[in-house]
């Protein structure tokens, strides 16, 4: 069963600086799609960013970008000039290329100092 | 686009009453999904339906969690009888299946508290 690993429950940045959350997953698979979510205290989950396993290349979107390490299972999520928008609880998760679920890692909680 | 429906937003209730929430997905989507997201913890897949049929339901407490889409559209979860455990956020999703690389999107849940 796939399994993914969010070893930081909480991390703060200050506001205009980077800051750098980490992910493990542990499969078997080699085709699959890793994602990163924000769920700020609405609840609403939104995507952040979505990383192919076949492509080499780092996704990117504006101020966030991954750190994608196949070989090491890694799939780590940089946030550039943080904003206080950005305080939220971030989701990595993992999904199979043709499945449907989504396995979810823990969470980080992400504060923004002003 | 109109957004995937959740309702009630909150629901507080004494443990053994019973309970139902409801979802619309967005139209078109014929994957929906119910998760249980316990505060502090990812969110944990309850049930998929793919229309109207359960694609994996695995992890659903089965003697107290109930859930249909009889249309293949709106679904509703059932817990009957509440314990003090199932205390969480409910969270229904969607996505339009078939293609790889679509993106499943959330409501925003309902939060259940049991005392």
């Known amino acids: 069963a796939q399994t993914v690993t969010q070893s930081q429950p909480e991390m703060s940045v200050q506001e205009a600086e980077t800051v750098t959350l980490s992910c493990t997953y542990d499969?078997?698979?080699?085709?699959?799609?890793l994602f990163w979510y924000k769920q700020p205290p609405s609840r609403q989950m939104i995507l952040v960013i979505r990383?192919?396993?076949?492509?080499?290349q780092n996704a990117t979107e504006n101020r966030f970008s991954v750190n994608f390490q196949k070989a090491a299972k890694s799939f780590s999520l940089k946030i550039s000039d943080s904003q206080l928008g950005d305080a939220a609880m971030y989701f990595c998760?993992?999904?199979?290329?043709?499945?449907?679920?989504?396995?979810f890692g823990a969470g980080t909680i992400l504060r923004v100092k002003s | 686009e109109a957004g995937v429906a959740q309702s009630p937003r909150y629901k507080i209730i004494e443990k053994r009453q019973s309970v139902a929430f409801w979802c619309n997905p967005i139209s078109g989507h014929a994957t929906l999904y119910w998760y249980q997201q316990i505060l502090g913890q990812g969110p944990k897949l309850l049930i998929q339906?793919?229309?109207?049929?359960?694609?994996?339901d695995s992890q659903l407490p089965k003697d107290r969690f109930s859930a249909e889409r009889l249309k293949g559209v709106d679904s509703t979860l059932k817990i009957q009888p509440a314990k003090l455990e199932d205390s969480a956020v409910y969270l229904c999703a969607s996505r339009r299946p078939g293609q790889k690389d679509t993106e499943a999107f959330f409501g925003q849940g309902t939060r259940l508290t049991v005392v």
């Open positions: 990383q192919e396993a076949y492509k080499q």
């Open positions: 998760a993992y999904r199979q290329e043709y499945g449907n679920k989504l396995v």
């Open positions: 499969t078997s698979e080699s085709d699959y799609y």
């Open positions: 339906f793919q229309n109207n049929g359960v694609v994996d």
